[in-house]
Each structure stands twice: as C-alpha cells, then as structure tokens.
C-alpha cells in the first residue's frame, strides 16, 4: 500500500514538474532575447513595408516591463489597465513627446507567435505599422503558470 501511494506521488510530480520548471527555466537573459525578437521582428516587418524602423527607448522599455511584470503577477488584469498613467508618465519623460500606443499579448507562445497574432489584428496592426511612431519599449515577463505576457510600447 505505503509503494502504491509513492508511485501516485511520482506519477503527480511527473505532471506538475513541467509546468513548474517551464516557469522557472526562462531566465531574464532568456526573457530579454524574447524582448529582442519581437523588437527585430516588428522593425522588419515595418522597413518591409516601406516604413522606417524603430528605435529602442530605455524609459519606454522599462515601462512596458513593469506593465508585463504587474499582469503576470497578477497584480493587473490582462489589459490595457493603467495606460492613462503610463502614457501621462511617458509624456512626462519624453521631450516632444504627443502620441502613444500599446500592444499586449499573453499566453504559451514564442515572440514569433505574439507578433504574428498582432499582425492578423487591425487594432494592433494599426499601432505596430503607423508613421506617427518612432520609439519603441517591449517588455516580457512569465508567470508562475508559465504564460508570457508581452508589452509593445510605441511613441514618438
């Protein structure tokens, strides 16, 4: 019986374990070449199109982070909650600053399928192929149940 209940314990561990380690195997340096995918793959998809390429914003980056951070700690919901503020802090460090926009996405994909989903979007295509933007910040972070949330920024 007690060798019954150890098998049963091995055989849940076998299901939990993935999930598990799947969180916990993306590392920040991993994380931040999913931000540097999605940032290589918008800028060729807009000089594809004949449009010019944008340009990493360090503020911006770190604002998109803490956006993906807060929605896969579920400190927020999936959404565009907050962006009145981000968008008032952004203008508030940006000289020149007069237009933003926000793309989010989430899930069990890799950055190729959370810009392709984008880009089947009108919403989101509007945002990632307009002229009036020139500046770009991308976060990515991973929850605990091993969704990856995205956060495309973009401003001029």
Known sequence: MKRSGFLLSILALLFVLPNFLSAQSLSNRQLKKYRNQVFEMINDYRTSHGLSALTFSDIMNKTAQTHSDNMANGSVPFSHEGFDKRYAYLKSQIPGFHACAENVAYGDMTPEEAVAGWLKSPGHLKNLSST?????????????????????????
């Open 132 to 156: 009036k933007y020139n500046q770009t910040g991308i976060g990515v972070q991973i929850s605990k149940e091993g969704y990856l949330y995205y956060t495309q920024m973009f401003a001029n």
